[in-house]
C-alpha cells in the first residue's frame, strides 16, 4: 500500500478538532497508532473513540501544549514515536496598536512555545528509533502576513522558521521537518470567529472569506490531511526544510 504509517506511533496535537482530527483519522486509517493530544478533554476522547470504533488504534490525552512539564510527562508515557505533527493553535484579531501585551503572550504560548515544547519532548523519543518525521501547521499569514492578524502572522512566522531550523538541526539524525501553509480551512476554529466577530452575519462572511481564495472556496480538513499523509509518509523521504502552501492559489494568484 502507498503512504502506509504501519507500525508507526504519531502524535497530532489539537487533534481532537477541525485539521488535526482529519489528520488523526486518516493517519489512523493508515495503520498508525495515532495520539490525540488536545486541551478539549471531551474532544480528545471522543477522537480517539471514533478512530478506535473504526478499527484503528488510538488514545486521548488531554493537555495544554504551552505547558512544558505536562507536555514532557506525556510524550515519556508515549515512548519512542515516529511522528510529530504541530497542530494546536489559536486565532487572535488585532494589528500591534491593538493587540494586548495578554492576548500576544497567549498567542505566542499556545502557538510558539507548544511547537518548541513537543519538538523538546519529541525528538529524543525520535532519535531513539533512529529517525522520525514533524510536520508542523504554518499558515500562508506566515508568509504573507494577513491584515489584522499581527499576534498570529507573528507566531506563524516563527513555526516557518522552527521548521527550517528543526530540519538542519536534525539532517543527520534522519528526522525530517516541514510544515504546511494552509489558507482558510472550513474548522470550528473558522465558525467560532465568525460567530464572534460577525454575529448575524455569520452566512454572509463565510462567503466573503470562501471567495478570497482564487479557487473560490476554502479547503475540506481532509484536503489538509491528505498533505500531511504525504509528508509524514516514507514516500517523501527525500523532503525536509519545506513550507507547502495549500491555499486554493491565495499566495500567488491574487494579484
Ligand atoms: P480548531 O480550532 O478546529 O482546532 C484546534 C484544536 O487545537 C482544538 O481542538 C483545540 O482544543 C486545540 N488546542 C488549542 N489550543 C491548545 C492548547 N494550548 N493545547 C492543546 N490543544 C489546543 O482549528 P483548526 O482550524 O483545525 O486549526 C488547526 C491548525 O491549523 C492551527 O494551528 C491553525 O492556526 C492552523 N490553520 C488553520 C486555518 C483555518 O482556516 N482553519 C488556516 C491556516 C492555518
Redesign the pocket.
Known amino acids: 500500500m502507498l503512504f502506509s504509517l504501519s507500525n508507526k506511533k504519531a502524535a497530532i496535537?489539537?487533534?481532537?478538532?477541525?485539521?488535526?482530527l482529519a489528520i488523526a483519522q486518516v493517519f489512523a486509517r493508515q495503520g498508525a497508532e495515532v495520539y490525540i493530544?488536545?486541551?478539549?478533554e471531551a474532544?480528545a476522547q471522543e477522537a480517539a473513540n471514533s478512530i478506535v470504533a473504526e478499527g484503528g488504534k488510538a488514545s486521548a490525552y488531554a493537555?495544554?501544549?504551552?505547558n512544558q512539564a505536562q507536555i514532557a510527562e506525556i510524550f515519556q508515557k508515549i515512548g519512542p514515536m515516529d511522528i510529530l505533527v504541530n497542530?494546536?493553535?489559536?486565532?487572535h484579531i488585532g494589528t500591534a496598536e491593538t493587540t494586548t501585551e495578554a492576548d500576544f503572550d497567549r498567542v505566542m504560548n499556545?502557538?510558539v512555545k507548544?511547537v518548541y515544547n513537543c519538538l523538546f519532548a519529541a525528538i529524543p523519543l525520535m532519535k531513539e528509533k533512529g529517525g522520525g518525521v514533524i510536520l508542523n501547521?504554518?499558515?500562508?499569514?506566515a508568509t504573507i502576513g494577513i491584515p489584522d492578524r499581527f499576534a498570529?502572522s507573528t507566531a506563524?512566522g516563527a513555526v516557518l522558521t522552527m521548521t527550517l531550523a528543526t530540519a538542519k538541526d536534525y539532517l543527520k539524525q534522519n528526522i525530517r521537518c516541514n510544515c504546511i501553509?494552509?489558507?482558510?480551512?472550513?474548522?470550528?476554529?473558522?465558525d467560532?470567529f465568525l460567530t464572534k466577530n460577525y454575529p448575524g452575519q455569520e452566512a454572509e462572511m463565510y462567503e466573503k472569506l470562501a471567495k478570497t481564495q482564487p479557487i473560490g472556496r476554502?479547503a475540506k480538513?481532509i484536503e489538509v490531511a491528505y498533505l500531511a499523509l504525504f509528508l509524514c509518509s516514507d514516500e517523501a523521504g527525500f523532503i525536509t526544510g519545506c513550507d507547502y502552501p495549500l491555499d486554493g492559489g491565495f499566495t500567488r494568484l491574487n494579484n
Open positions: 496535537t489539537g487533534s481532537g478538532s477541525g485539521i488535526g493530544l488536545d486541551w478539549n474532544a493537555c495544554d501544549v504551552s497542530n494546536a493553535g489559536i486565532a499556545v502557538n507548544g501547521m504554518a499558515s500562508i499569514a498570529y506563524k501553509s494552509p489558507a482558510r480551512v472550513h474548522t470550528p476554529f473558522v467560532g476554502m480538513p
